[in-house]
């Protein structure tokens, strides 16, 4: 189907480029498995939840070689509301076995972004394909509080069991939170929908690298929209199929990644987190679901060992980056058991206040930076399991609530030595 | 015989005294030279001093990610370090302008030898210091990379690639510098070998278990290892 591939800026014919209602903008890279099912799920929200309104999906695939392009084509039933267009992967992208979510995202969301544009698109939602399929009805989820309630930024809330979503829980969910002063459960879930207002001032700014990564894409959206004044809402969307990653990332190089995103926009937006105070939760639309059932019991002697190996091994490299006080209690935590092992909540805020700024002043290479950072987050999660082994849903959400107080505690000291670098010396 | 002898003692009395005032000359050269050339090197030394302190340049290194050089400076200032450099680069320079001038062929020889063998050393110090910060930089990849890798042998890895550029820095070093020769390649030969066979040692036998682990994975022989039923994403 390559032939029916619109180049973008290249034209498209006059009936696919008329004013719609909503663009449904589909993101794939080699993801023939789902592609199909994706563009038949986005037809059907649009056709099924929002039959009054004109809408078009618009497949931007990253030059698949399985079969991607050809599969969705021939899922799309109307074909006048279908039009798929490429946009650039960077080689190094493509060989990277263990990059998480569609490769070159930027580049694909601005191809999405450019042709809702020119359709005058008052909605436009971005389904990150390579990630897995949206829920049922999650598109239409997505797009209603744009559609219905005049909310800007709508993020999803996929209902997740407790052991999942370590890295979200603990650290991007609370960062966010604490930086930016907006109760956004899951700010880059890789799926989203805009509204044409704020499509059209994400347009105007400048835009992540191409070779950036999926989330610093998501984070990038989210964060001008934090600054910019838009209204955020977030939208309840049921489990997630989450697509398997081959091969199985490592946990260090999914929290680079997370991270990464973070500090690149913390660094960018240091004028604007600095002024925001208390934290404001954000609408919540969509169904309410069934909290999951218990997930099997995870046993975190193994992570609290991996966090003993890495203290006595990265001990120089943290003396670089934590103070002597965090330093003291890191030593404290090698010397116990795993059942014993606590991380407490203020000095886990600390640390990744520690590491951001290491970032931001480069104390040492940034990818030795966000290295050194899986062990110590492997005790984290160590402690985050046994604290949540009895744990049920609402005494899950109590400790994530207390977790983000931590981090809203100590966005003082993140200011202070954000402000002064100088004054501390580790 | 008295005469004859007088006259001897007076010919070599009038040839030193004509070689000395052929030579005091270069010598008073000599010293004024090197007195100049060092109140030069010492006002230099000061001026780069506070130029770089104003600029606050031992802070800049260490946010260009050059921390590395502050082992490697005196009182762990690379402020110092250049100030130091450009002392030592004046006087050198002086001290071989001021050989010259005692005019004899040795010492022109002398110079010029240094001056073509100038381009080795300062090649064989790019070398060093570039072996030094490649090693220390892959050794810190090594070190993490195997601390999240989880393998107990985790630091003594880190430490042989670490020695292993190194020794390969100096290798190249010594070559440029025209020092050992042959005895220099053999010897950096089986240095070499010596310390890859004891890495291939160390790892084999540090991750023997992963190893294992890896391949009854594949194998699916056992379940994932517990950690990762914890969903990071």
Redesign the interface.
Known sequence: MPDAITQPGNGESSALAAAVDVVIGVLTYNSADYAADVIRDAEHSLTACFPGRRGVIVHADGGSKDGTQEHAAAAAKDKDAFVQIAYTIYPAQKIYPEW?GVPGKANGVQAVFAAAQAREARACIIVDATVGRPAEGAIANLLRPVLEKEMDFVAPCYI?HK??????NGIVYPFIRALYSRRVHQPIGGDYAVSGKLLRHLMSQVWPDGDSTSWDADAWAIVHSFSGGFRIAEAALGPRH?RPHDP?P???S??AQALGSLFIEMNRSAGFWQRTRASQAVPGFGPHFDPPAD??P??P???A??FR??YQ??LD?YR?ILPPATLLELKRMSLQGADDMRFDDMLWARVIYDFALAWR?????R??LL??L??LY?GW?ASW?RSLRDAGPAEVEERIEALCSAYESQKGYLISRWRWP?RFNP | MSDSLNEMLRQTMARITSALADFLPGLLAFFVILLLTTVVAFTLRIIIRRALQRMAFD?RV????L?AVNEWSPANSPTLLIAQAAFLSVLLVGLLLAVSALDTQLTSQLIVELFNYLPHVAAAIFILLAGSLISR?LA??V????????I?S??LLSVGVKWLVITLAVAMALDHLRIGGAVVQISFAILFGGIVLALALAVGLGSKEMVRQSWERQSDRIDR?????????
């Open positions: 998480i997740r052991y999942d979503g370590a890295i979200l989450v199985s490592e946990t260090s999914i929290l997930p099997a995870v046993d002697a193994p992570m060992q991996s190996l890495g091994n990265l490299i670089m002043t480069r104390s040492l290479d990818a030795h290295g050194a899986t062990p492997l999660a399991v100088d | 802070s260490d946010q260009w990610g921390s930089f810190r990849s070190l993490i990379g195997a601390v999240n890798l989880q107990q985790a630091k290892e517990p950690e990762e039923q914890l969903h990071h994403l």
